[in-house]
């Protein structure tokens, strides 16, 4: 079993910045894509981006230029740096990470944390 937390939400200013980080614990052999989402309220739940083992990114194009995904397998930590944060980013974010959990299994399952706020007003 993996449990996923994520942290570094909170009420920020329109342009400001915050670096949301996802820390993985249990059972892990290798974490494959690690995959931001966020959730206004009312809304579906979109991917805002994505990284690859391999560290290849996506990003959703409204966040492309503003927000930065990385990953740090040494400490299980995932990243999300928000830069020039706008009202309309507003939404609780979440960490899913697809676990591959022995080196003997070749199969992998996703696992959701439990989400951080962002809000973004003056």
């Known amino acids: 079993q993996v449990q996923l937390v994520e942290s570094g939400g909170g009420l920020v200013q329109p342009g400001g910045s915050l670096r949301l980080s996802c820390v993985a614990s249990g059972t892990i052999f290798r974490t494959l894509t690690v995959t931001w989402y966020r959730q206004a309220p009312g809304k579906q739940r979109d991917l805002v981006a994505s990284i690859t083992s391999a560290g290849i990114s996506n990003y959703e194009d409204s966040v492309k230029g503003r927000f930065t995904i990385s990953r740090d397998d040494a400490k299980n930590t995932f990243y999300l740096q928000m830069n020039s944060l706008k009202p309309e980013d507003t939404a609780v974010y979440y960490c899913?990470?697809?676990?591959?959990?022995?080196?003997?299994?070749?199969?992998?399952?996703?696992?959701w944390g439990q989400g951080t706020q962002v809000t973004v007003s003056s």
């Open positions: 899913n990470a697809d676990v591959r959990a022995y080196s003997f299994l070749p199969t992998s399952r996703p696992y």
